[in-house]
């Protein structure tokens, strides 16, 4: 700026300069953040007030965000602590057990002809997978973040990232080789239970 | 089942995922590469696998925000103005009444104020959301229009016209003319980005922005056969059209529907101007 400005206006145009850093960082990420949080929440309402309380939290806290650091990762995590805190908020009870049983299943399972099933079939034997689980798939498989990262985002042990993810991808396999089946279409590469070990 | 290196079909199909992730030690990695190329039937589960995750990646990436929440978010950041918020409410009241109208102008329209490397970087960070053909109108709305602050009073529409030289001088008439009502021709001039010119006028109300943009068509550029082509990232929508010899697009805060439809009321003045 050329001319000299009061003393005020100049902090407030630090702030608008910190704003803007903090924009510039973070807006990048605005679609990755809401498609994450509406497959979390189910709702295109509902992922929008999470993605917008996100962005709220992060700015209070972008003092604290180290430059240079992955800005992807610090979002998220603060997406998946904003979505979990609004599904307590919703659900007024503490969120019990998410079903290890539903996950289990047979060791090495059928693998499905993804070309011939539809998106909404993809999507929606994602979608019934138990939160935690999808989480773990949403964030490697979809949002391609690396297993540590995954960990640091969940706030959960990397060990924890990795059993979650390798349940909920059989879980997911077997989901779409049934529908697959009752399409009439065959699995290709269904194993017969060898387990060469 | 063919056995082969180290690792055996069971063990291959055990860490075949982590392989596909990038996450097993060079060595691992390396048995179960070694394994697959030996063996047809855990290749076929691999080709499996990673058609799976293909799509998986795709359909989970195909829902988009509405074009509105990064302007709440933006506007809801405004209001909650401080990443440290210490006396925040009389300070900030204090200071906007101390502050002149043009550090007001640069404020508001400074929410993508940055040093020139940053702003090259978050060109460059929104540019490959968009096809190519669109990238040559949004560098340069972002570079030129955005990145930039305004005199308090606009000058004139002669002096506008002026800059743009004879052959020009209409489109501030024909801009003026189509932007929503509050907008108002800022800024005329021919400017450049990374050696290509561009004939630029901009529209402002409050800190949004409306750029039209022409620049001269190079070999192989092109929208894909639409009159009309548009697209949006972040908070900017872009809508193109091409004349034999030119590129033209319309840049701005609008939502995409608005911005195409303000576009599509200018190409018939557009189109009878340039050739």
């Keep these: 700026m050329a001319k000299p400005v009061p003393a005020a206006s100049k902090r407030l145009f630090l702030k608008a300069n910190a704003r803007a850093e903090f924009e510039a960082e973070a807006m990048p990420h605005l679609d990755d953040l809401f498609r994450t949080a509406l497959r ?107 297993y540590k990262e995954a960990a640091e985002i969940l706030g959960i042990p990397i060990g924890t990232v990795m059993s979650r993810l390798s349940r909920a991808r ?15 279409i065959g699995n290709r590469g269904e194993r017969k239970g060898g387990r060469g070990d | 089942m063919i056995k082969a290196g180290d690792l055996n079909c069971a063990g291959t199909l055990e860490c075949l995922d982590a392989w ?21 039937g855990c290749s076929g589960v691999l080709a ?8 998986l990646r795709r359909v989970g990436r195909s829902a988009e925000p509405a074009p509105e929440l990064a302007q709440r978010i ?57 096809a190519p053909v669109m990238r040559i109108g949004l560098q340069q709305h972002v570079h030129c229009a955005v990145f930039r602050s305004y005199p308090a009073q606009a000058p004139g529409e002669e002096e506008l016209a002026r800059d743009l ?22 800024m005329a001039h021919r400017c450049g980005y990374k050696e290509r010119p561009y004939v630029h006028v901009v529209a402002k109300r409050g800190s949004d922005l409306i750029s039209l943009l022409i620049t001269r068509r190079a070999d192989g550029e092109a929208f894909d056969g639409t009159s009309v082509y548009s697209s949006g990232v972040s908070r900017f929508s872009i809508a193109g059209f091409e004349t034999p010899e030119h590129l033209i697009y319309l840049v701005s805060d609008l939502d995409q529907g608005a911005n195409a439809a303000v576009f599509e009321t200018m190409t018939a003045s557009l189109k009878t101007g340039v050739g």
């Design chain 2, 165 to 186: 030289g004879p052959y020009y001088a209409g489109l501030v008439r024909v801009m003026q003319t189509h932007v929503p009502g509050g907008f108002r021709v800022v």
């Design chain 1, 40 to 146: 979390m929440t189910g709702d295109r309402a509902r992922a929008d007030d999470a993605v917008q309380e996100t962005y709220l939290q992060a700015w209070k806290s972008f003092g604290q965000f180290e430059k240079g650091t992955n800005c992807r990762a610090w979002l998220f995590r603060i997406l998946f602590y904003c979505v979990n805190h609004q599904r307590r908020k919703l659900f007024r009870f503490p969120l019990v057990g998410d079903a290890e049983e539903i996950l289990e299943s047979t060791p090495s399972g059928p693998e499905p002809v993804t070309e011939a099933l539809r998106d909404e079939q993809i999507l929606g034997a994602l979608d019934s997978l138990p939160p935690d689980y999808r989480a773990a798939v949403v964030l490697v498989d979809v949002e391609e973040f690396g």
């Design chain 2, 20 to 40: 596909l992730d990038g996450e097993l030690s060079p060595a691992d990695s390396a048995a179960v590469a070694r394994h697959l190329e030996t063996c047809a």
């Design chain 2, 74 to 130: 933006h506007s809801r950041l405004g209001v909650d103005d401080s990443p440290n918020r210490t006396r925040r409410g009389f300070l900030a009241a204090a200071a906007m009444v101390l502050m002149s109208v043009g550090t007001y102008a640069a404020w508001k329209s400074g929410h993508l104020r940055m040093t020139p490397a940053a702003r090259e970087d978050y060109i460059a960070s929104i540019l490959p959301e968009v």
């Design chain 2, 48 to 55: 499996n696998r990673l058609s799976l995750r293909e799509r």
């Design chain 1, 170 to 184: 059989r879980k997911l396999r077997e989901r779409l080789a049934e529908t697959a089946k009752s399409y009439g």
